[in-house]
Antibody, heavy 122, light 109 residues
Framework: QVQLVQSGAEVKKPGSSVKVSCKAS????????ISWVRQAPGQGLEWMGRIIPILGIANYAQKFQGRVTITADKSTSTAYMELSSLRSEDTAVYYC???????????????WGQGTLVTVSS | SYVLTQPPSVSVAPGQTARITCGGNNIGSKSVHWYQQKPGQAPVLVVY???DRPSGIPERFSGSNSGNTATLTISRVEAGDEADYYCQVWDSSSDHSGVFGGGTKLTVL
């Protein structure tokens, strides 16, 4: 079955960067998109961006443009999310999720990683 | 950007029916998907494409979507259904992005 396994928790200083990985198994990695969704403590889900591994093309939510980079390594079936210029408000659990195309041609998320807690603190 | 509006909380007694709404401009023209999230866990897809259920999700979970409101209905609510529920659509108009509602906390009394 499909599994998404993410890297472990991180503690970062303000102004630094963090890179979180998401390794996929069970299924053809390049056939699906991978999105990144974050959840600040006590808050809701927030979509950050996604990548289409077969094309190597990523697009990002306007809020994160210029600060987030999503990449994928097809040889290892792993997606990465790098967030730079970290601030305390970036403290959150970051999830990767595999996109499945729905009836309207756009994606929903049936498979999720376990989440990675990123703490930004001086 | 596209905005989805959910009530912050819904309360229901066990065995009753819970209805969680998700409002958006002409949301009936979009496919709506619903996720259940329990504390400390990743979200779980419970309804996709307005009203379809993934395998393993009980028939008690159903969905509808028309006009400016989509609804997740949970029949014969059980204590184990207590969780946060999020609706999700795709906004193809601006930066082509995923959009989540703010979430609804379902409390089973």
């Amino acid at each position: 079955q499909v599994q998404l396994v993410q890297s472990g928790a991180e503690v970062k200083k303000p102004g630094s960067s963090v890179k979180v990985s998401c390794k996929a198994s069970g299924g053809t990695f390049s056939s699906y998109t991978i999105s990144w969704v974050r959840q600040a403590p006590g808050q809701g889900l927030e979509w950050m961006g996604r990548i289409i591994p077969i094309l190597g093309i990523a697009n990002y939510a306007q809020k994160f443009q210029g600060r987030v980079t999503i990449t994928a390594d097809k040889s290892t079936s792993t997606a990465y999310m790098e967030l730079s210029s970290l601030r305390s408000e970036d403290t959150a659990v970051y999830y990767c999720a595999r996109g499945t195309v729905g009836r309207d041609g756009f994606e929903y998320f049936q498979h999720w990683g376990q989440g990675t807690l990123v703490t930004v603190s001086s | 950007s596209y905005v989805l509006t959910q009530p912050p909380s819904v309360s229901v007694a066990p065995g009753q029916t819970a209805r969680i709404t998700c409002g958006g401009n002409n949301i009936g023209s979009k496919s709506v998907h619903w996720y259940q999230q329990k504390p400390g866990q990743a979200p779980v897809l419970v309804v996709y494409d307005d009203s379809d259920r993934p395998s393993g999700i009980p028939e008690r979970f159903s969905g509808s979507n028309s006009g400016n409101t989509a609804t997740l209905t949970i029949s014969r609510v059980e204590a184990g259904d207590e969780a946060d529920y999020y609706c999700q659509v795709w906004d193809s108009s601006s930066d082509h992005s995923g959009v989540f509602g703010g979430g609804t906390k379902l409390t089973v009394l």
